[in-house]
């Protein structure tokens, strides 16, 4: 799963209404654009939009990808509010382990063929009505009792 793309505007008030107020920043969109590939290591598209109240600037910034994280100058941020904060150990932990397969995501075995029963620790119990699969070597309580 990749995060949404975001998006950053240059050219409107910060407060709503946000009214068009136009912006000088970056006469070369295109050579802007470069640069920042080169200093972030990923692509961000850059739109111009001629507004009849001044000129927008549209920064198309893409998500990430699961588990991974970009860093800037050698350190990982992230947003607390209007700032940039380095990025926490936990934080960090939890976005590395989104790359990670979990037991929820991993689909169960059902009806295990021979080779199945072979190569792993789980064979599926018999046909006499019982569901769900138990440990090789394992004795039913049934079994025992009989």
């Not at 350190?75 to 932990?93: F, K, N």
């Not at 009806?111 to 090789?136: N, Y």
Request: hydrophobic share 40%.
């Amino acid at each position: 799963m990749t995060a949404q793309k975001r998006y950053l505007l240059l050219g409107i008030e910060d407060q709503p209404l946000r009214k068009v107020v136009g912006t000088a920043a970056f006469d070369d969109p295109v050579e802007m654009a470069a640069r920042m590939f080169q200093a972030l290591g990923f692509r961000v598209e850059i739109e111009e939009v001629l507004h009849p109240d001044g000129r927008v600037l549209v920064f198309h910034i893409p998500g990430r990808s699961r588990g991974t994280v970009y860093d800037f100058e050698g350190a990982y941020l992230m947003r607390a509010g209007e700032e940039l904060v380095p990025m926490s150990e936990d934080r960090l932990r939890a976005i590395f382990a989104e790359g990670q397969p979990d037991w929820f995501s991993q689909p169960a075995l059902v009806g295990c063929d021979p080779v199945c029963q072979e190569a792993g620790s789980i064979r599926p119990v018999g046909a006499e009505g019982r569901a769900g699969h138990r440990l090789r070597g394992q004795k039913q309580a049934e079994d025992e009792a009989g």
